[in-house]
């Protein structure tokens, strides 16, 4: 978070009593009454965006047991300028705060966004409530699975129960070590299969180098690997050993077609009977094409792969 970002936190901190998160870019508190979360961005951790706010609150119409009617908060959104946009879903409201390119601006849209929707709930008979319209209970304001919501503490309890199941499932499912490093093993000898054909066809390294990277680390994953720094290692010395061994190969059958030697004899000695420079611009090549491919996948595998779940009760 940036100066401007503090700034505008602090403003709600002084109108409203609100706390800073330590974890998060919100602050929260209860606002006349209702909990509430206010955040750069959209309503969870991983919307942050510095050219938005939403306040995100649970509220529930007092004497019913209905979820929200977003029908019923076009007049807030009419009435304050502050307020592009508001989501009502079950008893969950969150309250958009219009952007500025001022930075003074946005601090008074916040302000007035906030004081607009708290009072337009008094006037209109809303009680602070969980998200499941949970009322005369405590609620507090949780992060779950990354998502700012505001539960009760047998909700809480509940959600952040299943969701560490889940996680723990999701981890013991997906990280099998030893079936992925056969995986890996099978997907490189795909690899450099590929890489001694195209050399035999005469296609340039980049296809084989590429085909050596995705097979490698398909085989991995699909075979209950899961893409972590440690899976990171194994698969790239499995690339590298298989890719120097298909490399070597290629290079043995055009020294014993040269020679007229057997196969295993020019295989055992093609780094004397190959220039040192041609060598390593050959492999050199190839290792680049494999990182080439490599790189991106793994990068964007690592991002797919879920963070261990952001859950807990504010302070
Ligand atoms: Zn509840």
Not at 142 to 149: C, D, E, M
Not at 282 to 306: C, E, H, N, Q, R
Request: hydrophobic share 45%; charged share 20%; glycine share 8%.
């Amino acid at each position: 978070m940036n100066k401007r970002e503090l700034a505008r936190q602090q403003t709600l901190i002084d109108a409203f009593g609100l706390t800073p998160d330590d974890s998060t870019p919100t602050v929260h508190g209860v606002v006349e009454g209702y909990s509430v979360i206010a955040t750069s961005g959209g309503d969870s951790m991983g919307t942050y965006d510095e050219n938005y706010w939403s306040l995100i609150f649970s509220v529930k119409k007092r004497g019913t047991n209905e979820a929200l009617d977003k029908e019923d908060f076009k007049p807030l959104r009419k009435e304050s300028k502050a307020i592009p946009a508001i989501v009502a879903q079950g008893n969950r409201l969150v309250v958009s705060v219009n952007g500025a390119i001022k930075k003074d601006a946005q601090q008074d849209n916040l302000v007035a966004a906030m004081t607009d929707t708290v009072r337009y709930l008094q006037a209109n008979g809303y009680e602070n409530s969980c998200e499941n319209g949970h009322t005369g209970t405590s609620v507090s304001n949780t992060v779950i699975a990354g998502v700012y919501r505001n539960y009760c503490d047998d909700c809480y309890a509940q959600v952040a129960g299943d969701i560490h199941e889940a996680h723990q499932s999701e981890v013991a499912r997906k990280d099998n070590v030893f079936t992925a490093v056969i995986g890996a093993i099978i997907g490189s000898l795909i690899g450099g299969a590929a890489i001694i054909l195209f050399y035999k066809l005469g296609f340039v390294a980049a296809i084989s180098g590429f085909i050596m990277a995705i097979a490698t680390i398909k085989g991995y994953t699909l075979m209950g690997g899961k893409i972590d720094i440690k899976a990171i290692v194994i698969i790239a010395v499995v690339m590298i050993l298989m890719t120097y061994l298909a490399n070597r190969i290629t290079w043995a059958w055009d020294i014993a077609d040269y020679f007229k030697v057997p196969f295993m004899e020019a295989f055992k000695y093609v780094h004397d009977a190959v220039e040192p420079s041609a060598y390593a611009k050959d492999i050199g090549l190839l290792y680049l094409f494999v990182g080439l491919g490599a790189v991106p996948t793994l990068i964007s595998a690592l991002k797919a792969t879920p963070a261990v779940e952001v859950t807990y009760k504010m302070d």
